[in-house]
């Protein structure tokens, strides 16, 4: 075999390499963010479906709309999220469990954290970047912004406390009931959101932390945080 | 060896060449569909709880 066929092979091979990196990339950044925002979307649709259904639907397991709450099923959708701060048409939908494909369709729920609206610390992850993007503007979260949530029944407005408080992947303290760094020191209905930070790195993580400011039922039309 | 493929593909050229269009697609979609949701997951940015898992 001569040079010539060996070092041509070599070049094409590299080209190859090349081309296959510059894909990744745009899977990364763009295709990601196409796949999730469609799969939110259905995620919300099925939601407000279920939803819709009402009480008739209450003896199904999917139901999260009983008076005797059903436990969050995994990987399944129960809630929506809007924090107005992230846009005015920013909202997510809340899935139970941080599995990585779970956060793929979109927030997660620490299973084993507190229900939505329950006393203890009610706590979620999401991506900051890919996937979407859903927390890339996380930093701008500012004390007494709002971060509203329903469940189908009832709206459940929370006001920001403290952060973006920024600390390290194991310090899982930041979910407790009471989380400590918080600066609440009793028992309460709370909430804690997580994130990696730097935006593209994870030697670190962003929190946010709320209180449980009110709670309307859905009858009652949108919380006040969500008009304009 | 993509000189080598092109003299395998049967065919006149419009025909290697349409072959050719067709192979880059499927190569493509089995990068999207199979490949990249496999070596997406071994970057840093699904690391967004504070528990490691």
């Known amino acids: ?228 | 060896m993509y000189g080598w493929i092109w003299r395998h593909l049967p065919g006149n050229a419009w025909v290697k060449a349409l072959i050719s269009i067709m192979l880059v697609v499927a190569v493509v979609y089995a990068l999207f569909q199979y490949v990249f949701p496999w070596a997406e997951p071994l970057l840093p940015f699904n690391d967004v709880t504070v528990d490691n898992q």
């Open chain 1, 1 to 228: 075999m001569s040079v010539r066929v060996i070092v041509r092979t070599f070049s094409e091979l590299c080209i190859t390499a090349g081309t296959v990196i510059v894909l990744f990339v745009v899977y990364v950044l763009f295709w990601t963010g196409v796949r999730a925002d469609r799969e939110m979307g259905d995620q919300i649709d099925d939601l407000h479906d279920q939803w819709a259904q009402g009480t008739a639907a209450a003896p199904s397991p999917g139901a999260s709309t009983t008076a005797t709450p059903a436990p969050y099923r995994s990987g399944r959708p129960f809630a929506v999220m809007y924090i107005p701060r992230l846009g005015f048409t920013w909202n997510k939908p809340v899935l139970e469990g941080t599995a990585t494909g779970t956060l793929k369709k979109g927030l997660g729920h620490y299973a084993g954290s507190a229900r939505l609206g329950q006393t203890g610390n009610f706590s979620v992850a999401g991506h900051r970047r890919t996937y979407g993007d859903p927390f890339k503007d996380f930093p701008q979260i500012r004390r007494g912004d709002a971060v509203v949530l329903t469940d189908g029944t009832t709206w459940f407005t929370y006001r920001v406390d403290k952060g973006p408080y920024k600390t390290v992947p194991s310090d899982v303290e930041v979910i407790d009931a009471v989380p400590r760094k918080s600066g609440y020191t009793r028992p309460g209905r709370y909430l804690t959101l997580t994130t990696c930070d730097p935006e593209w790195g994870h030697s670190h993580r962003l929190i946010v932390w709320a209180h449980l400011d009110s709670t309307q039922p859905v009858e009652a039309g949108e919380p006040k945080a969500l008009r304009r």
